[in-house]
């Protein structure tokens, strides 16, 4: 049932997930700590790691739940993008948003065609039950 186009999608959702978690790590032990020498904040890439077995092997469920998770690093990045106006750290959180952007676009056009296939076959089984129940 996987396209070409849903591999492409699929890689992208991996290589995405993959940056996001070292960008996150280098950002906060690296190469904008909040504190000299890095910070506790770096345990944000922590959760990341939860979900990166379930999208290597194309868990749709996971893909589902992470596609709305992921949204949290997006909502980080822009907050602190916009807040830390003249640092390299506003640049790595516009980057972090970015990155989260590439995995939400990627993880939903993989889950498109499935998304599409469970309405066909729900709208089929709801037209069975309706033919049954009128006759």
């Known amino acids: 049932m996987e396209n070409t186009m849903q591999k492409y999608f699929h890689w992208g959702a991996i290589g995405s997930l993959v940056t996001l978690i ?9 190469l904008a700590p909040l504190k000299p ?14 979900p990166l077995y379930g999208v290597w092997k194309r868990d ?9 998770m992921i ?9 602190r993008g916009w ?5 390299f750290s506003a640049w790595m959180a516009w980057g972090e948003a970015l ?4 995995y939400f676009v ?3 056009m993989y889950l498109r065609p499935y998304k599409k296939a469970a309405k066909k076959l729900a ?4 037209d069975k039950v309706k033919v049954n129940t009128v006759k």
């Open 22 to 30: 070292v960008w996150c790590v280098l950002w906060e032990m690296v």
């Open 37 to 50: 020498g890095g910070s506790w904040l770096v345990l944000k890439a922590a959760p990341l790691l939860l």
């Open 60 to 68: 749709i469920y996971t893909l589902q739940w992470t596609s709305m």
């Open 71 to 79: 949204l949290l690093y997006f909502t980080e990045g822009v907050v």
């Open 83 to 87: 807040s830390d106006k003249g640092s």
């Open 99 to 102: 990155i989260v952007c590439v």
């Open 106 to 108: 990627c993880a939903v």
């Open 123 to 126: 709208k089929e089984l709801l």
